[in-house]
């Protein structure tokens, strides 16, 4: 039974805590208080995700991140140095989808797909983990914040209210909603794109707040507009949408927008005070366009955090030398966009990496893979591990389990006479291991000793 007690509590957070500070709720704390249920169940990676992204992004310059599309990937991505994880529905449709088919980006995957996917990470990140923490070391965070696409809520309001639980139980930190209809949701680089009013994705942004109310979790939620290059919208009843529709009407009977910048200012502004960040899909890799967006923002919503796709679809060298690019995030964050991410990341480098070696492969045979394993030998010496398969995915960690349970006594260990321990191991590295191995055997042997001496004064007191 809930109290007001509890409902005062939530009152005073919402007002004190700098978290939500421009943050507007249309519901009161005594709705999230009743819809909680008797047990409040804690789900400690979405909290700690949401925490850190907030708190990176209030103290970072930006934060970029690359999008993931296995589990692999993304312990590569953190151990290299990124601070947070994109889930792209993009790459969930193309490849690690519930459905187990190859799709386009047109939300045809189960709804469920995405959360499985930040499942699937974090059980990667919590490994990587434990493999560290096992060997005693301490040089990498594994619990980067991951950010999921939640594409237009697969539906209603209702079936977003779902979509949004599951991604949070999942242990996402943060998600993107998109103000397309979600029965025509379209990847934002294709045509044919059909709005929904402004009023109805506000509805939206609510749900999803209120899902990560209920379950008492900070979640960050960023609203993404299609504006600048959607065709149609679906109703011409809101005010902020009716300067920017035409009279000219689809065949479906969706009404024509004048879509462009302008477009996708007006309804950021309106989406601003029910999100922490704002996302403008742009066609094209443009500065002057970025700025427009930005400026357009900040005049009525001071100092609001914006997001920017550095989207695989733009031709990047068809729009700027390599020069220039080395500075484009950086001249990004400067205009408040403070999350930057590479959505297809993870496509682009499997497809074009395996290709690449396959290809290699086919006309040249080990020698294209000796080559490939040089470099793979080259990487470790800037910190990549994964040239130790066995290690890398926790065959000592499942040994040491293995020891625990049977007390050390046990012959069949994985590791112990691998190929990987004999071929892939430096003289360095055993003489470590090996001096680790007598440190252990002498502590044992002290504790076997200090057992027989306790045995011993308990005979004699008897």
């Known amino acids: 039974m809930y109290t007001k007690k509890d409902i005062a509590a939530l009152e005073k957070t919402w007002k004190t805590s700098p978290r939500w500070k421009g943050i507007v709720r249309p519901y009161s704390a005594e709705e999230v208080v009743k819809l909680r249920g008797t047990l409040q169940i804690d789900y400690p990676l979405a909290r700690h995700g949401a925490d850190k992204l907030w708190h990176l992004l209030k103290n970072e310059p930006f934060v970029r991140a690359m999008g993931a599309v296995t589990g692999n990937q993304a312990v590569q991505q953190v151990h290299a140095g990124l601070k947070a994880i994109y889930i792209s529905g993009w790459q969930v449709a193309a490849d690690a989808n519930d459905a187990d088919h190859t799709y386009p980006d047109l939300s045809l995957y189960p709804v469920l797909s995405v959360p499985h996917l930040v499942k699937r990470i974090n059980n990667a990140l919590m490994r990587a983990d434990q493999i560290q923490h096992m060997e005693n070391k301490t040089y990498t965070d594994w619990f980067a914040p991951i950010i999921a696409d939640a594409e237009a809520g697969f539906g209603g309001s209702l079936n977003a209210f779902e979509l949004v639980r599951a991604l949070i139980a999942a242990g996402a930190a943060g998600l993107h909603l998109e103000d397309q209809l979600s ?52 109703s011409d009843a809101d005010p902020v949408d009716k300067p920017f529709i035409s009279k000219e009407r689809s065949f479906e009977g969706y009404y024509k927008v004048r879509s462009g910048i302008q477009y996708a200012v ?77 959505t297809l990341a993870g496509f682009h480098t499997l497809n074009a990496s395996m290709f690449e070696l396959a290809k290699d492969y086919a006309s040249e045979g080990m020698y294209a893979y000796a080559k490939f394993q040089k470099h793979e030998f080259e990487l470790q010496e800037k910190g990549y591990s994964a040239l130790k398969h066995q290690t890398f995915v926790g065959a000592g960690y499942f040994d040491e389990l293995q020891s625990a349970i049977t007390s050390g006594h046990t012959s069949t260990h994985a ?25 252990k055997t002498q502590k044992n042997a002290k504790n076997a000793e200090k057992g027989e001496i306790g045995k011993t004064r308990n005979f004699i007191t008897n």
């Open 266 to 342: 007006a309804r950021a502004c309106a989406f601003a005070p029910y999100a922490d960040m704002l996302w403008c899909e742009t066609s094209k890799p443009d500065i002057g366009q970025a700025r427009e967006f930005a400026q357009g923002v900040h005049e009525k919503c001071p100092g609001k955090w914006l997001a920017y796709n550095c989207s695989p679809s733009f031709n990047w060298l068809k729009h700027y030398d390599l020069k220039t690019l080395r500075t484009f995030q950086e001249k990004l964050a400067d205009m408040g966009y403070k999350f930057q991410f590479i």
């Open 415 to 439: 590791m112990k006479g691998s190929t990987e321990e004999d071929q892939f191991t430096t003289k360095t590295q055993k003489n470590a291991k090996n001096a680790e191995k007598h440190r």
């Open 183 to 234: 029965s025509l949701k379209k990847c934002g680089h294709m045509g044919g794109k059909v709005l929904v009013s402004v009023e109805l994705f506000i509805e939206k942004l609510i749900t999803a707040r209120l899902a990560a109310d209920i379950m008492g979790i900070p979640t960050l939620i960023i609203a993404r507009t299609d504006a600048e290059s959607a065709t149609y919208i679906r």
